[in-house]
């Protein structure tokens, strides 16, 4: 039952994906996340099932950390999905874009429930390599220009992982689960490769090139997902392969902190120099990827209180996957159908709940991260608070950049589309409330205050100069 | 003379006795002649089950026949023949069945399938042979068998390729001989025993035992495609399409590579080979030969020679995996003879089944393919993906143990990079392919269609090989662990090679 609700997991999608090519197939796609859900739901944590007999000998099962990062990139996935089932988008609308879609879906929710390095490396394989086709390289130039570069990093990723994990899998005697690994330390360079391996899904600085011009030609649906849910299986690949206490020397997380550290800025700084909103948000996603990065570096410095951090560090994940898939679809609803009030409120208000606004899930994520770091490194607790008056001031400049974006004509709201989407922004809205008390939610009043006054003074000056061509896009590939 | 004592002569029989059959077939007796293949072909599945089974359980199955004192023609069944007579067999069976769709209605059809058929026999042959002397009758036999099928079209070029190929394997053959006859002369009748039999030799002829290594590698280097001896491979593309699938899968190529396993593993020995400096020596060429043939193939607009490239290279995963000291790195070049074989064959059906269909033969005629013959390209999809390494299909398997072999035996620092440039390679030369045949769109016509698209894609004996070859890479990746698996057969070789 457990064995078959897992493998399901991996095998629903992927035999969706065989008849996702027929007429009318578009109802597939929500289908396949159903395992997932399913198993968020009703499998108790803990639950572990061996398959000796495949691949290289595979085990699956479901803990803690899995069991988050399954129920936020299932729902997720599943929103998408009903997404992009109801829009009549030319790309989306494609057998051959629904093929990929369920392939990267297998990928993504099947590797998280690998507890193995083998079937682990196989869903991120799949992942990445699938995702390929959701760029929909075949519409235009660039596209194909921004496949091939997203696919030449992508394998370089791979094969740094694959290196990695060889050397893992000698050092272990060829043990491959994770359990087995998870004592057995780790060389200097088995390290190096994997932080540059999974460094390249979370776009850290200078691994990042293939990011903007990918987001900048996908389909938004698509971007959606791979700024919420698939970047976030680096995270998990860190976590998983590099788990704090004697695996992993302490030194490395110091140099992850400060990797981390940079990535948070310069995702900032290069997203406000965007004019596009989607590569705004994209830049975002890097800072938020940094702000992780940090705090798994912390986690692996402090290895004490390394429980504390991983369990915040799921908070935020979490919190990020939601936010920013909100994000994203609610600009495509923009993108499709013309700039509305309605629409720039909802995405007002996910905009604060990014930067970590008080009673929103972002201070809620904030909050559980301060905390656990507030003990080994008040130094990070600091530093998150910058982040967030800087986020502050990237989302000031992401309304601005919608408010001032060129109106076309104003088309019908799709309405599956438009139901999915306000349903994830109510979502948004009632989980913290749910989850904490409120007074554990008024925090980062001073930050987002301030970033919201800053941004809007910049705003000001900035406006009144704007003709005078001030030179952006460097960043814009 | 019992069971045991006949089981190999039976299977080299049933490929052998109907191809001779088939010589003097009339050219209009189509259904009979397919009717003794596929009686053949058959048979053989059945009788190499029987010898799995056997092989696996400890069972001794040896054909002895004494020629002259001291000179015997030994046919044995050991776990590594049983690998590749395997191969063979399933391989040979589905490539029958192609190549009677494929030559429906062409000329010579009856001398073609009686070589065809000689051609697997040798295979056999030399697969099950018990000693070195055996190996090497059975060798050049193949050499013979196959150019005429490589002459087959009767071309110019079809001849000129055909002799050039019968130039480098003629020598390769006339080396490998000196080779073998010389050390017959210092170390008597060579019978392949798992472990190998030279490390007892004194120490006195170690020279002439390295110069008689050198000998016998140069001799099956060349059917290897070893670089520089690779030449004639490029050239025999001309052959029609279920000859080069045997070409590159099941016969010649292989037998080389095979005949190199089967010198370090049960000849030599692959400690004693090593003692020697010989492994090193043997990985060299191997890396060498998997770059070189990898960037050769990058530039080929002609996708039959991007392929035959592409077999150059992949091939020397067989010896590189010999070189690698350590039963992991044994276990990835014995597997991957079986793993290159299904994905290689599955490449060059999917190959002739666009020129067969559509009249495509190069790379930038292949745009939007994938519309029109889906199965086809999927199945060529998933070869291709293995042979770059992707899981869950066979070529990560081999990479894998490739890999993993090489950390065990202190070798990373030279094997991975290589591992690894050549998967880029692979990338770079198949991913392109695969871009043009899924996402461009196709051009206002086919270069020459010929079979017009109906309840198939195309014929049915041409769709069914590529699809059943391509399940069956993806099998062999996804179920590795699983029980007769071809790794868990590499792994049972492995243990008894090294006693474990």
Redesign the interface.
Known sequence: MNSTLLLSIWLLPLLLATLARLRHAHWLLPLATLPALLAVAILPVGTTVSL??????SELGLDETGRTFLGFSSLLWLIAAVYIAGSQHAITESG?FRVFFLLAMAGNLGLIVAQDM?SF??GF??MG?SAYGLIA??SSRRARRAARTY?AWT?AG??LL??AI??L??ISGGALTFDALQSIPRSPFTVLLLIAGFGIKLALPLLHWWLPPTYAVTPVAAVAVFSGVMIKAGLLGLLRFLPPGDATPPDWGLLLVLIGTATIFFGVVAGLLQKRPRLLLGYSSISKMGVLTSGFGAALAFPSAAPGIVAALLVYASHHALAKTALFLGLGLIECSGRRISLLIGLGFLAFVLAGAPLTSGALAKAALSDSLSQPAPVLVTLLTVSTLATMLLMVRFMFLLWTRRQRRILPLPGVPLLAWLYLVTLILVLPFLVSGIDRLMINVVPVSLGLLLGLGGMLVGSRRSRANVPSGHFDL | MNFDATLPLLVLASSLLPGLVIFFLREESHRLRTLLNLAGAGAKVILVGIMIWGVFHQHTYLTRWTLAPGLELVLHADTLSVLFVSLSTVLWLVTTVYAIGYLEKSPHRSRFFGFFSLCVSATIGLALAGNLFTFVIFYELLTLATYPLIAHRGTPEALRSARIYLRYTLGGGAVLLTGAVWLHVIAGPNAFIEGGVLSQLPDEYHGQLKAIFLLLMIGLGVKAALVPLHGWLPEAMVAPAPVSALLHAVAVVKAGAFGIVRVVYDVYGVQFTSELGLLAMLGVAAAITIVYGSFKALSQDNLKKRLAYSTVSQVSYIALGTAILGPIGTIGGIVHLVHQGIMKITLFFAAGNYAETLGIHNVSEMNGVGQRMPATTLAFSIAALGMIGIPPIAGFISKWYLGLGAVEAGMAGWVLPVLIISSVLNAAYFLPVLYRAWFCRPAPAWPAEHIPAARYETAGALLWPPVITAGLALAAGLFAAAPYSPLEWADLIAQREYQL
Do not use: D
Not at chain 1, 52 to 57: E, T
């Open positions: 000796p007999w495949l691949l290289l000998g051959r083998v490396y196989f394989t799949l390599l390289p075949a696919l394998i791979e094969l694959f290196t060889i050397f899998a000698a």
